[in-house]
């Protein structure tokens, strides 16, 4: 059985019966009570730690020092003492001796560390609570769980811990965390989890995007183009609410037994694409002067030297590198991968959902107005096929509107040790800041608004709603891998700003991938984003190009979605559309299995739900494995076309309103799964009309 699976069922059994002897703990809020603890036959990490003091004595008085609530008995060993599923990365004496006196001497030379002294006996007990968490995870992982990335979920202290595998000198393989410490003993399985013995102390970065990019020598340009524009302001925000109560617990969803809670952080956080300075030698440019006379090229003229001028085309240049949200390298790594790529979790499995005959793909905003990037990994093109692409050009990356525009389009997202190996100054390359992420590129990334007009974005542009909100990626609610039981994650009002709730009766809820089948709930990500009430709410539409489209709304059909009108820009879209998998919604809709219909009728069929205003579910996601059947075999699974509309440069919304009359005692639970924005262009190409995926 696979290991992750096991520790998860032992996590379940344990909570389990701590819930039926009535036990209570939570590790963030307040001590242990010793009447908390659980009886165990094998050896806990506590215990593990404690009986190995020649080598983990630092380690356990690190731990003892660690404050997890408001009693000031409450305590991290005390906490890997207690019923659950951990991951421990345990630094040996030797290992925590060297990272004291190294900091110690950093503080002596005036860079603040915290670290007053190298003995330990006089490490405050803030810092031993910063050490300490960086170092446990609240669920078990084996490093054969792990791909090359990061481990899946954050550690307690809200940060990922990078991966990946090396080779020393004799030819042994260990695993590297964080570019600073080896796991030199993997995998010590405990009754609560595991421990993996490190030869160096996990120390991720305090430093602030602009901060952590002046450290490494090899993005010199990049990083003085930050400063001189004024941007670096814009990436040094990180905290939006000092006041956030991430213990309070929402509504339950009604669908669903399992409580939910809150969003763990309300943080922002960036990702930032980075052109090392050996690239732009390469094209000529040896300071920000030239970078800006090269996006001259591209960007205009106007405010040329006005740098922190919003129309200046270094400062457009900059900001079309910079993503409103933390993308990890991949989704199989934990929440937040630029796609969904290898994620698997409790029977939802996106290598069956979002089939590899397709690209997959996602589209997110820049910080550059109304632009965005594509990010795609085209499986479908063995040149690119194993690669992170952003803006991956049509016709399998060779179709270019315009032909200076081929060097800077499919552009590539290097892995971080690639990274390390490639570029001059970047050895120790280090892209993990306290709000965000570094990655380097392959080419140099430009905005060009016909080539994403007339090219990239000329498509069916499909998003997964939860795609849109940035706050869900950068507080890990989408894609959560969390703890057994939390499945669903409330959403308070305001928590997302580009989503308004328009009365107190809408109750908003994230609920993360879960199984998919013909016979059950149909999603394109498997993960659902529910509104539950009589609601009333609003989100802005992502910024396309400009241009005329038609808007699609994707959404499972349910026996409670309620009768919903539409709006967009404040004005009526159409009469009101029942949601409701009933008998009526049968006829009004005209879906029809294709089984035993020749490809005439299935064109005709196809046609006749069009000129209702509905399309079958896409093709391309897969539903059963077994069969093979997809969202377009499955009646559940619909599209309703919402009309044509001109999407000029500015913002637009899209609001949904409940109708219906509900009777006594019934819920209406609006669920949209994703959202289809397709340019005038495609609809109406008949040398390449739509295809069904």
Not at 134 to 156: C, L, R
Request: aromatic share 12%; glycine share 8%.
């Amino acid at each position: 059985m696979n290991h992750k699976i096991t520790n998860r069922l032992r996590a379940a059994a344990l909570m389990a019966v701590a819930f039926a002897t009535a036990l209570s703990f939570t590790s963030c809020d307040d001590e242990v009570d010793e009447k908390n603890r659980f009886t165990f036959e094998g050896e806990l990490i506590s215990g593990y730690l404690e009986n190995n003091p020649d080598r983990f004595s630092h380690f356990t008085t690190i731990l003892s020092k660690a404050r997890i609530g408001k009693k000031a008995s409450g305590n991290l060993l005390k906490t890997l003492s207690t019923y659950g599923s951990y991951t421990c990365f345990a630094p040996t004496n030797e290992a925590i001796e060297e990272f004291l006196t190294e900091q110690y001497n950093l503080g002596l030379e005036g860079e603040r560390t915290g670290i007053t002294s190298p003995d330990i006996e006089f490490l405050s007990d803030s810092m031993a609570t910063e050490i300490a968490m960086n170092h446990i995870i609240e669920m078990g992982y084996m490093t054969t769980d792990i791909n090359e990335g990061a481990f899946p979920m954050s550690t307690m202290n809200r940060r990922f811990t990078t991966v990946e595998w090396i080779t020393d000198s004799e030819g042994r393989v260990f695993p590297l965390l964080n570019n600073s410490a080896r796991i030199i003993e993997q995998d010590l399985e405990k009754e609560n989890g595991y421990v993996q013995v490190i030869d160096g102390v996990l120390n991720p970065s305090n430093k602030l995007i602009p901060e952590l990019m002046k450290v490494h020598e090899g993005f010199s340009i990049f990083s003085e183009a930050i400063t001189v524009t004024g941007l670096d302001s814009l990436l040094s925000i990180y905290e939006i609410d000092p006041n956030y109560d991430n213990t309070l617990t929402g509504p339950d969803l009604d669908s669903e037994p399992s409580t939910s809670p809150y969003p763990k952080e309300k943080k922002q956080r960036y990702t930032l694409l980075v052109e090392a300075d050996d690239l732009f030698r390469s094209k000529g440019i040896n300071d920000y002067k030239e970078l800006e006379k090269f996006a001259s090229e591209w960007y205009g003229t106007e405010a040329m030297g006005d740098y922190k001028n919003p129309k200046n085309p270094l400062y457009q240049f900059v900001a079309y590198h910079i993503i409103d949200r933390q993308l990890l390298y991949s989704s199989s790594t934990g929440p937040g991968g630029f796609i969904m790529e290898n994620y698997d979790n409790e029977g939802y499995s996106s290598l069956v959902n979002l089939n590899q005959k397709f690209d997959s793909y996602e589209y997110y905003e820049t910080m550059l107005p109304y632009t965005m990037i594509k990010v795609t990994k085209p499986y479908t093109n063995e040149q690119y096929k194993q690669h992170i692409v952003i803006n991956y050009a049509q016709e399998a990356g060779t179709y270019f509107a315009n032909p200076k525009m081929q060097e800077h389009l499919n552009v590539i997202v290097e892995r971080a040790n690639v990274t390390k190996e490639k570029y001059q100054g970047l050895k120790d390359f280090d892209q993990n800041s306290l709000n965000g992420i570094i990655h380097t590129i392959d080419r140099i990334l430009i905005y060009n608004e016909n080539e994403m007009a007339g090219n990239v974005l000329n498509e069916r542009i499909r998003i997964d709603v939860s795609a849109i909100m940035p706050e869900l990626t950068n507080n890990g609610v989408r894609w959560d891998l969390s703890k057994p039981g939390n499945k669903v994650t409330f959403l308070p009002k305001g928590y997302c700003k580009g989503f308004v709730v328009n009365n107190d009766d809408t109750e908003v809820f994230y609920f993360r991938p879960h199984p998919t089948g013909l016979g059950s709930y149909a999603n394109y990500q498997g993960d659902e984003f529910i509104v539950e009430g009589k609601y009333d709410f609003k989100y802005r539409i992502p910024h396309v190009p400009a241009g005329t489209y038609e808007i699609r709304f994707g959404y499972p059909r349910g026996y409670y979605r309620g009768v919903c009108q539409f709006y967009v820009d404040g004005e009526i879209a159409g009469i009101p559309v029942d949601l409701r998998w009933n008998a009526d919604t049968d006829i009004t809709i005209g879906w029809v299995p294709y089984d035993g219909l020749n490809e005439e009728e299935i064109k005709e069929n196809d046609k006749a739900m069009r000129n209702r205003g509905y399309m079958k579910g896409p093709a391309s996601i897969v539903l059963d494995k077994t069969t093979g059947g997809t969202m377009r075999d499955s009646e559940q699974a619909i599209r309703k076309i919402i009309g044509t509309y001109r999407l000029d440069k500015g913002d637009h919304w899209l609001r949904f309103k409940d109708v219906s009359e509900n009777a006594t005692g019934k819920m209406t639970q609006f669920d949209q799964d994703y959202l289809e924005l397709v340019p005038k262009a495609v609809l109406s190409n008949p040398n390449k009309p739509e295809d069904i995926y």
